[in-house]
């Protein structure tokens, strides 16, 4: 089986390829922890990291056969974390930070369960940063933008699907950030942050069109989007929706928007509410609909074409 396990820092067309595969390979991805392995005790403060070293991305990974316009399918097979994780808090970042002391708390994860302080919870692995490279301008790792990158759902955990768009040749997968639990929007800006080994199956849908990435569930669908605001990131995911509720129901924009209207999940991935000077370094939300399994799939299956 491949195994990927160097690092990028930022989702680039120019990024050179760790490994090669064809689609329904399954791969092996290595990640390190958000922080790089940077932060080792409590008295290593995130403050004084280097943050040009951070959000590692294992890959890329090329993709044989994917070309501009068609969709990748990531299925999360496993995840497996480390038997730890840290959690820390930042000067001036995110919604709480007025009332927090700038701290670094290293939490054990053992089992699948996760002690913190004097309360335990089932570890929910997911994968915080996950995408394909942009068409375009380098996006940092730690960013998100229309191809993945930092999106922060705690959604992408192990059965799920996520479908990215493809826009560049061999798609160039790469992923890390993973976090043993996170809280939606993730208000101190960190979940359990943790080294972790992660398995995947990679399909190609060709000449499939996506926007933004969409995550699959057992039982819905969700568009995952960014925004400089949460008004924007969010009207950006309905218009998406919209749209693959149209193409997949038949149904015209107005019953498409009521159907959203009636049925629809709004959930923040990670909205920290700080002020953002780009899209990138904005909020993310997933807008989802539940599944209708009498009807066609809002993203085509294995090989299906539209």
């Known amino acids: 089986m491949l195994t990927i396990k160097n690092s990028i820092y930022e989702y680039n067309k120019d990024n050179v390829p760790e490994g090669y595969c064809d689609p329904e390979s399954v ?9 790089d392995g940077q932060v080792k005790t409590e008295q290593d403060l995130v403050e004084h990291i280097d943050f040009s070293h ?52 290293i939490v054990q994860v053992r089992d699948g369960v996760v002690y913190f302080n004097d309360v335990t919870w089932t570890a929910d692995p997911m994968i915080g940063v ?41 798609a160039l997968l790469a992923m890390g950030d993973v976090h043993a639990s996170m809280g939606d929007g993730e208000v101190c ?44 990131a969010i009207q950006r995911g309905y218009e998406e929706l919209q749209r693959l509720v149209m193409h997949a129901y038949g149904w015209d924009a107005t019953d498409a928007a009521m159907f959203i209207s009636v049925q629809g999940r709004l959930e923040a991935n990670q909205a920290v509410l700080d002020n ?31």
């Open 276 to 306: 953002n000077n780009t899209d990138e370094e904005g909020d993310t939300f997933r807008v989802g609909v539940p599944k209708l399994n009498f009807k066609s799939r809002l993203i085509a299956g294995h090989g299906e074409e539209l």
């Open 27 to 35: 791969v092996h991805f290595l990640t390190r922890d958000c922080f």
């Open 54 to 105: 951070t959000n590692p991305a294992a890959g890329p990974l090329y993709i044989n056969g994917a070309e501009p316009g068609d969709a990748l399918a990531v299925d999360i097979l496993d995840i497996q974390t480390a038997d730890h994780g840290v959690i820390a808090t930042f000067s001036g970042y995110g919604a709480l930070s007025g009332t927090c002391e700038v701290r670094t708390k």
């Open 189 to 232: 800006e960190t979940g359990i942050e943790t080294a972790a080994d992660i398995l995947v199956r990679v399909r190609l849908i060709k000449q499939f069109h996506l926007n933004w990435p969409v995550t699959e569930t057992e039982d819905a669908w969700y568009v995952n989007t960014n925004g400089r605001t949460c008004d924007i």
């Open 130 to 170: 996950i995408g394909t490279a942009p068409a375009g301008d380098p996006v940092p790792s730690g960013y998100s933008f229309c191809c993945g990158g930092n999106m922060d759902s705690r959604l992408i955990r192990k059965g799920a699907t996520v479908y990215f768009p493809v826009q560049v040749e061999g």
